[in-house]
């Protein structure tokens, strides 16, 4: 599929580029001063001037060319928001001289996406998005409060009674016609109790300009209908949205207005006033508030038949792709309480389960399955009252049937997509491996009179000098952190490591060495041995004639000489 290849593309893509701060060694907030003497340090070692030979000077031309694009693009404040916001692809799409060199970090980003959009709408016009949901609504009343008459003794058979009392359709397909227009096909199709409807519109979407867009659709099913809709920005922090629609049913001729006035009240909220008008006519109030950790939402409306209040609240546990949610509502039709978590299962899947307890309407388990655009809505109808059973099984019954799917089905899934895009990376990144590694070996060649030179003077002074240096992926026994670890280097056969004690040994000053939080991958004289594996970087070095080890994760930072990585010798 086109998506899918593309996404590996991107994914693969970004695995495959160089991060300018790992390559010069500095921090992400690295002042220009250190960046600049980083640039000159390695200047120092890969200038083409330094080598006299002919083969070496053309190696050192090429890493050299790398020094100075991650120097040049880190020295310019304006070249490096842009990689910092949105990396090496900011930096190559096309329109980036409009964008003024004040813009903040996040204008940046919203400048890319715009520019991502337009790229997207030029490659992509003859794709369409489909979305759909559909919905099946059961009735399970009879597990806990089984309908009781004579008359249906001689018909009952002891087992309760569950039936579909319902299910709705609907699936929207759209075409781009052409960088402005947008058609929308949809069809919509419901049935309860036996009785069944449909409707099938179609829209055509109008981009007027960056502030605003019309949309007309018409439709026929329950009688001819003809709408208009548009969305107008009125400012920074304003925009204005309107539906209106007329149609000929069977009762007679029928029309309604919606409008939405909607507003930025602060840096995390939005506030909204809604009228509308046709079959059932309202007006309400709304205030939202979003934040990394959670969402806030309070509703008053007041209209005709009903009228309610409600106040939502979510809190978003990132770390587990998790949301807790609650909500409490109360009107003239009477009062619900609602809660339930949605879970993250994959990159394009949730699953969630709500419990809806309320009164005229008892007690609703809802679960739903999100996959990409397409929703997938269960509501089981448990009781028409509010027990405590209903309630508990309510609650208790997704809990054990998350943990037995998640322990049977989807965990075995997600460790199978993480071995699969391992090994699609392996296999993009081994057609580079054998450049990877001559890069590298040419860069510790160009080391060698660094080497030496750094190397003499520590031993002299009986400063830092590494005895050995390992990166990869290291076997159990060689990832221990401290002087626990075996100091003698064995390791199995199957190890994926490379010896970089010449790369090391040339970061060395004045008897101190520092690597910074970030991938050692991108070190010169380094490479990546183990694409998609977790990596370790496994020294040992002399410090006053005294032997230390440590070990470290790819990321993590590393300093040295410490006195808690000594070796006690006996």
């Known amino acids: 599929m086109p998506e899918m290849d593309e996404e590996t593309e991107n994914e693969d893509g970004s695995l495959m580029d160089d991060d300018y701060y790992a390559f010069l060694n500095v921090p992400r907030d690295a002042p220009q001063d250190e960046i600049t003497n980083a640039y000159r340090r390695l200047s120092k070692t890969f200038h083409p001037d330094k080598h006299q030979d002919p083969l070496r000077k053309?190696?050192?031309?090429?890493?050299?060319?790398?020094?100075?694009?991650?120097?040049?693009?880190?020295?310019?404040?304006?070249?490096?928001?842009?990689?910092?916001?949105?990396?090496?692809?900011?930096?190559?799409?096309?329109?980036?001289?409009?964008?003024?060199?004040?813009?903040?970090?996040?204008?940046?980003?919203?400048?890319?996406?715009r520019l991502a959009r337009q790229r997207e709408e030029r490659r992509l016009q003859q794709r369409t998005n489909?979305?759909?949901s559909v919905t099946v609504n059961v009735n399970a009343v009879d597990l806990f409060n089984p309908y009781m008459d004579d008359y249906d003794d001689e018909f009952d058979s002891g087992w309760p009674i569950i039936e579909v009392?319902?299910?709705?359709?609907?699936?929207?397909?759209?075409?781009?016609?052409?960088?402005?227009?947008?058609?929308?096909?949809?069809?919509?199709?419901?049935?309860?109790?036996?009785?069944g409807s449909g409707v099938i519109s179609l829209a055509n979407k109008r981009q007027?300009?960056?502030?605003?867009?019309?949309?007309?659709?018409?439709g026929v099913g329950s009688g001819p209908l003809l709408g208009l809709k548009a969305l107008r920005t009125l400012g920074k922090r304003v925009f204005i949205q309107g539906d209106s629609y007329v149609q000929y049913a069977n009762s007679g001729l029928r029309a309604g207005l919606d409008g939405t006035?909607?507003?930025?009240?602060?840096?995390?909220?939005?506030?909204?006033?809604?009228?509308?008008?046709?079959?059932?006519?309202?007006?309400?109030?709304?205030?939202?508030?979003?934040?990394?950790?959670?969402?806030?939402?309070?509703?008053?409306?007041?209209?005709?038949?009903?009228?309610?209040?409600?106040?939502?609240?979510?809190?978003?546990?990132?770390?587990a792709d998790l949301?807790?949610?609650?909500?409490?509502?109360?009107?003239?039709?009477?009062?619900?309480?609602?809660?339930?978590?949605?879970?993250?299962?994959?990159?394009?899947?949730?699953?969630?389960?709500?419990?809806?307890?309320?009164?005229?309407?008892?007690?609703?388990?809802?679960?739903?399955?999100?996959?990409?655009?397409?929703?997938?809505?269960?509501?089981?109808?448990?009781?028409?009252?509010?027990?405590?059973?209903?309630?508990?099984?309510?609650?208790?019954?997704?809990?054990?049937?998350?943990?037995?799917?998640?322990?049977?089905?989807?965990?075995?899934?997600?460790?199978?997509?993480?071995?699969?895009?391992r090994q699609r990376?392996?296999?993009?990144?081994?057609?580079?491996?054998?450049?990877?590694?001559?890069?590298?070996?040419?860069?510790?060649?160009?080391?060698?009179?660094?080497?030496?030179?750094?190397?003499?003077?520590?031993?002299?002074?009986?400063?830092?000098?590494?005895?050995?240096?390992?990166?990869?992926?290291?076997?159990?026994?060689?990832?221990?952190?401290?002087?626990?670890?075996?100091?003698?280097?064995?390791?199995?056969p199957d190890v994926e490591l490379i010896d970089v004690t010449v790369p090391l040994q040339c970061l060395v000053k004045d008897s101190k060495l520092i690597v910074h939080d970030s991938t050692k991958s991108q070190l010169a004289g380094f490479y990546d041995p183990c694409v998609g594996e977790d990596k370790h970087l496994k020294v040992q070095y002399l410090f006053h004639s005294q032997l230390h080890q440590i070990t470290i994760a790819d990321n993590e930072a590393l300093r040295i000489p410490r006195q808690s990585h000594r070796i006690n010798q006996t």
């Open 58 to 113: 053309k190696e050192a031309e090429i890493i050299f060319n790398k020094i100075r694009q991650a120097y040049e693009v880190l020295k310019d404040p304006h070249q490096r928001a842009i990689y910092d916001s949105v990396g090496m692809k900011g930096l190559e799409t096309e329109g980036w001289e409009i964008i003024q060199r004040t813009k903040t970090p996040v204008e940046i980003r919203e400048e890319y996406e």
């Open 130 to 132: 489909p979305k759909g």
């Open 165 to 195: 009392s319902g299910v709705s359709i609907n699936q929207s397909i759209q075409a781009p016609l052409t960088t402005r227009d947008t058609a929308t096909i949809a069809g919509f199709v419901n049935t309860h109790n036996g009785t």
């Open 208 to 218: 007027i300009s960056e502030k605003g867009w019309v949309e007309v659709h018409g």
């Open 261 to 319: 006035l909607a507003m930025q009240v602060g840096k995390s909220t939005m506030g909204y006033l809604t009228w509308q008008t046709g079959s059932s006519s309202s007006m309400s109030t709304s205030i939202a508030r979003d934040t990394e950790r959670t969402h806030v939402n309070f509703t008053f409306l007041l209209g005709v038949p009903h009228s309610y209040v409600s106040l939502n609240f979510t809190w978003k546990v990132a770390k």
């Open 323 to 421: 949301k807790l949610k609650s909500t409490v509502k109360a009107g003239t039709f009477g009062a619900e309480v609602s809660y339930g978590a949605e879970k993250k299962i994959s990159e394009q899947s949730t699953v969630s389960a709500t419990v809806c307890i309320g009164v005229p309407t008892g007690v609703t388990l809802r679960l739903r399955l999100t996959r990409a655009t397409q929703n997938y809505l269960i509501p089981i109808q448990l009781c028409d009252e509010v027990l405590p059973s209903p309630v508990f099984y309510a609650t208790v019954t997704p809990l054990l049937a998350y943990a037995i799917v998640k322990k049977l089905i989807i965990d075995p899934m997600k460790n199978e997509e993480i071995a699969t895009k």
């Open 425 to 492: 990376q392996k296999e993009t990144y081994r057609n580079r491996m054998a450049e990877k590694r001559k890069e590298a070996q040419a860069a510790i060649n160009l080391m060698s009179n660094t080497f030496s030179r750094i190397r003499a003077e520590e031993e002299a002074r009986r400063g830092l000098v590494i005895v050995s240096a390992e990166y990869g992926k290291l076997d159990a026994a060689n990832t221990s952190g401290g002087p626990s670890g075996d100091p003698s280097g064995d390791r199995s």
